[in-house]
């Protein structure tokens, strides 16, 4: 029962807007409680909330209590399966674009 498995895929908490900029937030702070991170939004506490909750599901965001007040954390590890996806694609164009180069090289001689 050790399964430390996140409950949401990584690119599905990411896809969003809001929880990437929460990402950003807490990358420039070692931790933040909730009402910093919600004043930085256009939305009640809740809704940053649920993000974070999103955001912990997939592994990224840690928390912890301190008094009555949750603090969280960025956990960017996850982050390297995006950081993996998106080198496989850009060697993918990089080689494409090379051969597209010497088609058009050899069409100009």
Avoid: C
């Avoid at 809704?47 to 928390?63: F, P, R, Y």
């Amino acid at each position: 029962m050790g399964d430390n498995k996140p409950l949401r895929d990584v690119f599905d908490a990411i896809a969003d807007p809001t929880r990437r900029r929460l990402i950003h937030l807490l990358s420039k702070a070692q931790e933040l409680p909730l009402h910093e991170l919600a004043v930085q939004f256009q939305m009640g506490r809740t809704a940053v909330s649920k993000h974070l909750t999103i955001l912990k599901e997939a592994g990224l965001v840690t928390d912890r209590k301190v008094g009555r007040e949750t603090r969280f954390r960025l956990n960017a590890e996850p982050l390297i399966e995006v950081q993996n996806w998106i080198a496989f694609y850009s060697k993918f164009w990089s080689a494409n674009m090379l051969r597209l180069n010497l088609i058009v090289e050899e069409e100009e001689d």
